[in-house]
């Protein structure tokens, strides 16, 4: 079965960082394009950020410059380092795989003073 599990969420002040992870089982993400997905309450679910297999990232633009995705092969797991974060930046944080459509359960951030 593939599951794809988040974690490294929790209450930063703004201005602070946290690295949130994305573990795979059943599945090796050193093939996947993969992607980095978050929703704060009352709002759609919104793309974040994305890694080729190769290792290039994307960001939309209110994250470019604070926030840095990474993978490593060895331990399949995807990672999102965000600094100088903002209570704007509060939401679920889900990592997704598109080719199949795999979520995963998702990890609470709060940016909050």
């Known amino acids: 079965q593939v599951q794809l599990v988040e974690s490294g969420g929790g209450l930063v002040q703004p201005g602070g960082s946290l690295r949130l992870s994305c573990s795979a089982s059943?599945?090796?993400?050193?093939?996947?394009?993969m992607e980095w997905y978050r929703q704060a309450p009352g709002k759609q679910r919104g793309l974040v950020a994305a890694i080729s297999t190769g290792g290039n990232g994307g960001y939309v633009d209110s994250v470019k410059g604070r926030f840095t995705i990474s993978r490593d092969n060895a331990k399949n797991t995807i990672y999102l380092q965000m600094n100088n974060l903002k209570p704007e930046d509060t939401a679920v944080y889900y990592c997704h795989e598109p080719s199949t459509n795999i979520w995963g359960q998702g990890t609470q951030v709060t940016v909050s003073s």
């Open positions: 059943g599945i090796d993400l050193s093939g996947y394009y």
